[in-house]
């Protein structure tokens, strides 16, 4: 039996992949380690924490010690790193925390990988999970290739970055087998409310202002959370070692359009009268240094693995837009507490 290790697995991407893990595999165990920071809910794990081959752990990837006797208890042969601080405006208030868990957090998993599997490093395998913010900001043409040259912009970014050259500077200089992928913005069920579709939900449930930031002319390419679980999935299984994959939802919208056709589907499912979501939208002060576009060119993945995107923006928002109008009370926890003043500071002055 082998055994997984995913961190971050409490958290919106990473609860995904743990319950494909736990359901698709039983000849896995999936050990799922999470700091539980105000982003990691096991709420979301709910439904497979009592399977056999599921076990989660408590602990901080920043602790080397910690990871060192995690890896002293269990025989791990395979990593998929997802534990991050990962959204944008914390990282403009708060560099350090991504500084720490992104880059030092990374880090000590790599050196506890390196020094676990050093005299076997057949059937072992490190998989990074990354973004297409790394590339930095796209204008009107082109797409995100995985040969396009690192311009990080944000300090979350930055961050990602710096874990991605790490992750191969292992690779390269010791040999550690690693894979790395780079994907586009995720939406879907059990997204925290700090990013824009899920906040934007709340704040139409409860008839407050959604925030656009600046001319809400920026473009993101969004990606079903599910799908990303599945090719994620299927990279750590089929990608070659040493291969960094691309993953995008070949779906670009500017965030004034995405928001619109949200509120068409939030008035109907609410039955609120055409228009009622949409008086909602507010113009705010930009982010600092915004990104314009980005968009990902997914053609390795598709081409050498089989993978495409499964649903259409319309059928995938709509899904979302359920999941969250059934779970009413998982928002309502989330939202409780410190998002309340997190909310303030953020959004009260801009
Ligand atoms: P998230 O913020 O929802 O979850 C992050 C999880 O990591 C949380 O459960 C949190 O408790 C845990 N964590 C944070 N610091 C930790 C630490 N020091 N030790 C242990 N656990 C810690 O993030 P997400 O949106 O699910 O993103 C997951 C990964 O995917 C990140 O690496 C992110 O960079 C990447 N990614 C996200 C997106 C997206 O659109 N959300 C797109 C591409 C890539
Ligand atoms: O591209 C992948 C990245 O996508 C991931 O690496 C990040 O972890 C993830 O947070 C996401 O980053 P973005 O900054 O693109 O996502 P966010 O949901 O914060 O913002 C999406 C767009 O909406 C962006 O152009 C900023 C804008 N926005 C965001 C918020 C929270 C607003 O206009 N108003 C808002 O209140």
């Known amino acids: 039996m082998k055994t997984i290790l995913v961190t971050g697995g409490a958290g919106f991407i990473g609860s995904h992949v743990i319950r494909n893990l736990v359901q698709k595999h039983p000849e896995y165990r999936v050990i799922n380690l999470d700091n539980l920071t105000y ?26 010690s910690f990871l060192s006797e ?57 998989y990074h999970i990354s973004t297409d913010e790394v590339y930095g900001s ?46 586009s913005n995720n939406y879907g069920p059990n997204q925290f409310p700090e990013k824009l579709i899920p906040l934007a939900i ?9 925030p656009i930031y600046g001319k809400g002319e920026n473009i993101r390419d969004w990606l079903f959370v599910k799908d990303h679980a599945d090719a994620i999935e299927l990279i750590f299984h089929k990608g070659e070692t040493g291969r ?9 919208w500017t965030n004034i359009d995405l928001i619109r056709l949200l509120c068409r589907i939030m008035d109907q499912k609410l039955e609120r009268r055409e228009g009622t979501s949409e008086s909602l939208i507010t113009y705010v ?23 495409s995107p499964s649903l259409t923006f319309e059928v995938g928002l709509e899904k ?18 410190a998002y309340q003043s997190y909310y303030q500071k953020q959004y009260e002055e801009r």
């Not at 809910?41 to 080397?64: C, M, P, T």
């Not at 874990?163 to 992928?181: F, K, Q």
């Not at 960094?244 to 670009?252: A, L, P």
Request: aromatic share 10%.
């Open 244 to 252: 960094t994959y691309n993953i995008g939802g070949i779906n670009e």
């Open 138 to 183: 796209l204008g009107k043409e082109g797409l995100f290739t995985e040969e396009t040259a690192y311009d990080p912009r944000s300090p979350y970014s930055a961050s990602k970055a710096s874990s991605d050259h790490l992750v191969r500077a292992y690779h390269h200089t010791y040999g550690l087998p690693v894979v790395l992928s780079n994907c």
């Open 285 to 307: 002060k930009d982010r600092a240094g915004h990104d314009m576009r980005y968009a990902i060119d997914s053609s390795r993945i598709s081409d050498e693995l089989g993978w």
């Open 320 to 337: 979302t837009v359920d999941w969250y109008l059934e779970n009413q009370q998982w928002m309502e926890r989330v939202t409780s507490g």
């Open 202 to 210: 709340h704040n139409i449930i409860h008839m407050k202002p959604i």
């Open 39 to 64: 982003a990691g809910n096991l709420e979301n794990l709910e439904d497979i924490k009592d399977q056999s081959n599921y076990q989660f752990v408590k602990g901080d990837i920043v602790d080397a």
């Open 70 to 126: 995690l890896f002293d208890t269990h025989t791990i042969d395979g990593v998929i790193h997802l534990a991050a601080e990962s959204h944008v405006d914390r990282s403009i208030e708060s560099p350090m925390d991504f500084i720490n868990t992104n880059i030092i957090g990374t880090v000590n998993l790599l050196n506890a990988c390196r020094t676990a599997w050093k005299d076997q490093l057949e059937g072992k395998l490190f």
